[in-house]
């Protein structure tokens, strides 16, 4: 079975170490919309991608392409998105059942989210080494 993998072109911004920085453009869809402006204003922000363990000789300014598994992406979908979903609708339907306010289940559900978006920083330097980037030359 062939693993579907997701690429990006991007540069070298800087190299520390055992550590390379790859900046990539996130092009928006509607990049030649009149309104695209408007509508997601931080669609074409650049974004920083730490690729740790590389191998090969690269220099700063580089064009390479950093790729990733495609499971490895769901993954990071679900934890950054699904699952909060799912927390805070539970924590709605299981609030307001218990309390019978709006108010204090709807508070209650958005609260929720602290804890797991903390926990899931605590856990960032364990959790970004199971998403494995590689760096290619172009």
Same mark, same amino acid.
């Given at each position: 079975?062939?693993?579907?993998? @997701?690429?990006? !072109?991007?540069?070298?911004?800087?190299?520390?170490?055992?550590?390379?920085?790859?900046?990539?453009?996130a092009?928006?869809?509607?990049?030649?919309?009149?309104?695209h402006?408007?509508?997601?204003?931080?669609?074409?922000?650049?974004?920083?991608?730490?690729? !740790?363990?590389?191998?090969?000789?690269?220099v *700063?300014? !580089?064009?390479?392409?950093? @790729?990733?598994?495609? *499971?490895?992406?769901?993954?990071?979908?679900?934890?950054?998105?699904?699952?909060?979903?799912? @927390?805070?609708?539970?924590?709605?339907?299981?609030?307001?059942?218990? *309390?019978?306010? !709006? $108010? @204090?289940?709807? $508070?209650? *559900? $958005?609260?929720? $989210?602290?804890?797991?978006?903390?926990?899931?920083?605590?856990?960032?330097?364990?959790? #970004?080494? #199971?998403?494995?980037?590689?760096?290619?030359?172009?």
């Open positions: 079975m062939i693993k579907k993998q @997701v690429e990006h !072109e991007g540069f070298i911004a800087s190299i520390c170490g055992n550590t390379l920085t790859v900046r990539i453009e092009p928006s869809a509607c990049g030649g919309c009149a309104a402006g408007y509508c997601m204003p931080f669609a074409n922000k650049d974004r920083d991608i730490r690729v !740790e363990a590389f191998s090969g000789d690269f *700063s300014g !580089e064009r390479v392409k950093v @790729v990733m598994l495609q *499971s490895s992406g769901m993954w990071a979908l679900c934890m950054g998105y699904v699952i909060p979903f799912v @927390v805070v609708l539970a924590t709605l339907v299981v609030v307001y059942h218990i *309390s019978g306010s !709006e $108010l @204090v289940s709807g $508070l209650t *559900s $958005l609260l929720v $989210l602290i804890p797991y978006y903390l926990i899931l920083k605590m856990f960032n330097p364990k959790i #970004s080494k #199971s998403f494995g980037f590689t760096v290619k030359k172009i």
